[in-house]
């Protein structure tokens, strides 16, 4: 397989798995909500927080436009501008009272400096496998933080673990096993993209020799 073709099959493999986490997010509102409207029938009142939508929706949106920005340069700057919209729209929709940047502020921090490389080397011969590296690097920095943060909770809670107790739930609190699925797809993306990096750098230095 050369190296173009190779390219598109890695940007609609990102793509599937970026589908498919959204899908799933979807599933689990619907599903949520039905539950929350049941039990206020019965006159409870359940809070519940965005903290974990809103990370779903994060990751999954990061991990489509990294996708989308290996199909072309016109589809990599395509890409950046949609995720500065989609960083912007976070910031002012939120702007009072934001989950997004109340609770992982670090979170808001790594988008803007992915954005500012993605943006800065956009002009690169391989701006594009940049954009995607940095787009996947974003997915693994949330579940970094997504860790610390359950460490963070059991000290606040003063126990050494969480209802209910399962190891994934005390790794990752409320993840579901398809996170697990998800983070190990993202990371095997990565390697993937640097491979194919690696090729296209190897094909440029070879033809820069033999001419």
């Keep these: 397989m ?8 890695l940007s609609l493999t990102g793509l599937g798995l970026a589908l498919a986490g959204l899908t799933v997010t979807i599933v689990e509102q619907v599903q949520l909500q039905r539950s929350l409207k049941e039990a206020e029938a019965l006159g409870a ?26 199909w072309s340069g016109r589809a990599n700057k395509i890409a950046i501008v949609g995720a500065v919209v ?3 729209m976070s910031a002012l929709t939120y702007a009072d009272e934001n989950p997004f940047d109340r609770a992982e502020p670090l979170i808001f921090v790594t988008a803007i400096g992915c954005l500012a490389i993605a943006i800065v080397c956009i002009r690169r011969q391989y701006g594009d496998l940049l954009t995607a590296g940095l787009a996947s690097a974003f997915v693994l920095v949330n579940y970094v933080l997504w860790f610390f943060r359950t460490q963070r909770i059991k000290e606040l809670a003063a126990v050494e673990e969480l209802y209910p107790h399962t190891r994934l739930n005390n790794f990752l ?12 797809l993202t990371t095997g993306l990565i ?3 640097v491979r194919v990096l690696k090729r296209r750098m190897t094909k440029r230095v070879a033809a820069a020799q033999s001419n």
Excluded: C, T
């Design 173 to 184: 609190y409320g993840a579901h096993p398809w996170h697990i699925v998800f983070l190990m």
């Design 86 to 88: 989609f960083l912007g």
């Design 45 to 70: 009142i359940i809070d519940v927080s965005p903290d974990q939508l809103q990370m779903n929706v994060r990751v999954s949106l990061a991990l489509l436009l990294g996708s989308v920005s290996l």
């Design 2 to 9: 050369d190296a173009a073709h190779e390219q598109k099959l």
């Design 191 to 193: 390697v993937w993209e």
